[in-house]
């Protein structure tokens, strides 16, 4: 358990291990992720010395966060994914457009 965590997160981190342990983790790896997930928790809610990198960025879960930063790849979004977005702001002639036309009509 994590130095100077409280009685709350002492019983989380009880109940994780075990839960993994019913899963089929190893004793280590129940331990690694119970302490893994109640140190992201409490780092997110400020309660550690340090706050995680991820937690002072975006506090939002995965799940949370609905696909937010999904178009952040090297080439950015794809031509679908543009021209679902043209079609959402009606532009006309989209369907005749190519990747950087949609860019340009977006805006972007």
């Excluded at 899963?23 to 140190?39: D, L, M, P, Y």
């Excluded at 952040?72 to 959402?88: C, F, I, M, N, V």
């Amino acid at each position: 358990m994590p130095a100077g965590a409280n009685r709350k997160r002492e019983r989380q981190y009880e109940h994780i291990k075990e839960s993994s342990k019913k899963r089929g983790a190893s004793e280590g790896r129940a331990k690694e992720i119970a302490s893994r997930t109640v140190n992201k928790q409490r780092a997110r809610s400020g309660e550690s010395r340090t706050a995680s990198r991820t937690s002072t960025r975006d506090p939002k879960s995965a799940s949370q966060r609905g696909g937010e930063r999904s178009h952040s790849g090297s080439q950015g979004p794809t031509k679908d994914q543009l021209y679902a977005e043209a079609r959402k702001k009606h532009i006309e002639g989209r369907s005749k457009m190519n990747k950087q036309e949609l860019l340009h009509a977006l805006g972007r």
